[in-house]
């Protein structure tokens, strides 16, 4: 199979991007619509048909020449069956969304959790191209992730492999969203950096992020970077859970690189710096020594990119 054209959708609570690409990936032609999640699974897959649709006609194809459908999507997902298990910010239940796309446009069509997508653009476009063991980690509101083995992603057995976010680095930590404690997202992601530094400002510490309307992880970095004693502090406090959480991977997998990316990764050195840190404390030398802990090579249209590479991924082999 190998039509002119592939399609990628990344699925979003807010937003569905689409684009039309050449089968290499260069894309032709790309446009975001709402989402509009309130108005139920029927609306949404017909606004999700409709926008693959306009793609098809706006480059004039014909629909038997595109080769394949990337859906990324947050999960828990059943990948094999292309069922949307469940899923926060959408309003799919297991939803067999694959199956629909794929009677209603008459082309195959595949699903992706949102953060394997994400790994497999860094394969085929980002910072992951010509390796073929790597760790995708992206680390925003939440932590996510995906493992690249051999060029292609691990699943695991119930298809889920990849939740870096949900390991415990600290046993007595805080409850995650997960029901569990001391998760790695509950202690570093940046939704966790926001809360431990709110939460030391209520208790009247003092900080020029007193200055700030509202403290995001972005000032957080922002008065670190400027000296600000409670910045650092919780920089250093989160960002040591990170290296714990990435030393974890580095001594499990042994990866030629870990690449963390998400709104978080933007602080650049802050980050980065602290974790290779921590990796060459807490890792043995040769594989500390070995790994490259760096930032994505993708940045706009990451869960687009993604999402074609997903196609990408079923008709070529990345060498
Ligand atoms: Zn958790």
Redesign the pocket.
């Known amino acids: 199979m190998n039509g002119k054209y592939i399609i990628g959708i990344d699925l979003g609570g807010t937003k569905i991007s689409g684009a039309i690409s050449t089968f290499d990936g260069k894309i032709i032609y790309k446009k975001s619509i709402d989402t509009l999640s309130s108005q139920g699974p029927e609306r949404v897959t017909g606004r999700i048909l409709g926008h693959i649709k306009h793609l098809i006609e706006y480059v004039k194809a014909d629909k038997d020449e595109v080769s394949g459908i990337g859906i990324a999507s947050p999960g828990p997902l059943n990948i094999e069956e292309g069922v949307i298990v469940e899923t926060p910010n959408l309003p799919f239940r297991n939803y067999p969304l694959i199956k629909t796309v794929e009677r209603e446009t008459g082309i195959k069509a595949y699903l992706e959790n949102d953060a394997n997508a994400a790994a497999l653009g860094e394969l085929w476009f980002g910072a992951g191209r010509g390796s073929k063991n790597f760790i995708y980690m992206t680390v925003s509101t939440g932590i996510g992730g995906g493992i690249v083995i051999n060029g292609d992603i691990y699943h695991g057995h119930t298809g889920n492999a990849g939740e870096f ?2 390991m415990t680095v600290e046993p007595h930590g805080p409850r ?5 404690y001391g ?4 202690m570093s992601s940046g939704t966790a950096i926001a809360r431990i530094a709110n939460e030391r400002l209520k208790a009247g510490e003092d900080s020029l992020l007193r200055n700030c309307e509202k403290v995001t992880s972005k000032e957080v970095f922002e008065y670190a970077s400027k000296g600000d004693k409670l910045s650092c502090e919780v920089v250093d406090y989160t960002m040591n859970y990170l290296g714990i959480g990435t030393a974890n991977l580095v001594n499990a997998f042994d990866p030629e690189l870990i690449i963390i990316g998400g709104g978080v990764s933007k602080a650049g050195d802050a980050l980065f710096s602290r974790v290779k840190n921590v990796v060459s404390k807490r890792c043995f030398e040769i594989m500390a020594k070995s790994v490259k802990i760096i930032p994505p090579g993708l940045s706009t249209d990451a869960g687009l990119v993604g999402a074609l590479a997903v196609i990408m991924s079923k008709y070529n082999s990345a060498d």
């Open positions: 976010g949900h995650c969203n997960c029901g569990n998760c790695l997202e509950v």
